[in-house]
């Protein structure tokens, strides 16, 4: 069983056609280096994925918020399929492992390499809904994506988290937040960020992500928590 197959059965997908999985892990990058394996890379499936992706999570919304505006259900879908959330999957998947990508790309561990990832979940929707169609890729994004809905909607976290969280601190304390990183961790290639959110100098809570702006979005989440402004 190859790398490929382990995954498909992670996710609990029986590919009739494995090289579609593989695809989807494939970077542009990768076949610079590898002309003589006849490879794809993944962009026409991402490029699907995202489609699949957008469709199936409006479908949801429209079907359990009957009496919700559309501009506030775009905002719920937004949240739900945002970049964060997509690194969120990647992370519970493990995405790093399969990657292919150039030698010069696995080098890099910053913001393009959390690009590429999220890329990568949409073009594993992508070759999911090719493969075994839309109950099956529906499948993968209510196992994956939809789960947090409620979270959504009941934290706010359809609305950015830090701007929401500067208009409570000056609507109830009359302050604007500010962020500090207190810790990077890891090695370069896995590096994560754990920011902190005071006022007036004091700590409020923190928030740990593969980025500095990730970390500073979820501080906010903890401290509308913590503050109870939620």
Request: charged share 30%.
């Amino acid at each position: 069983m190859n790398n490929f197959e382990k995954f498909a059965e992670k996710i609990n997908v029986k590919f009739n056609d494995i090289s579609l999985l593989q695809t989807s892990f494939t970077h542009r990058s990768y076949l610079n280096e590898n002309r003589g394996e006849n490879l794809k890379h993944n962009e026409r499936l991402e490029f699907l994925g995202d489609a699949v992706l957008e469709l199936v999570v409006t479908h949801h919304l429209f079907k359990k918020f009957p009496e919700e505006k559309e501009g506030v259900l775009t905002a719920y879908r937004s949240a739900i399929v945002n970049t964060v959330s997509l690194l969120r999957v990647a992370d519970e998947l493990n995405i790093n492992e399969y990657l292919l990508l150039s030698k010069g790309e696995a080098k890099d561990e910053g913001r393009a390499r959390n690009f590429i990832i999220a890329n990568v979940i949409e073009a594993i929707i992508g070759a999911i809904y090719l493969d075994k169609g839309y109950d099956e890729a529906a499948t993968f994004i209510d196992t994956y994506f939809l789960k947090i809905t409620d979270e959504v909607v009941e934290h706010s976290l359809w609305q950015d988290a830090k701007s929401h969280f500067q208009e409570k601190a000056q609507e109830f304390e009359k302050v604007t937040p500010s962020y500090k990183t207190l810790e990077e961790i890891g090695p370069d290639h896995d590096r994560k960020f754990k920011v902190g959110v005071f006022l007036r100098n004091k700590l409020i809570a923190e928030g740990e992500g593969v980025s500095k702006q990730e970390a500073e979005q979820l501080a906010a989440q903890e401290a509308l928590k913590a503050k109870q402004w939620a």
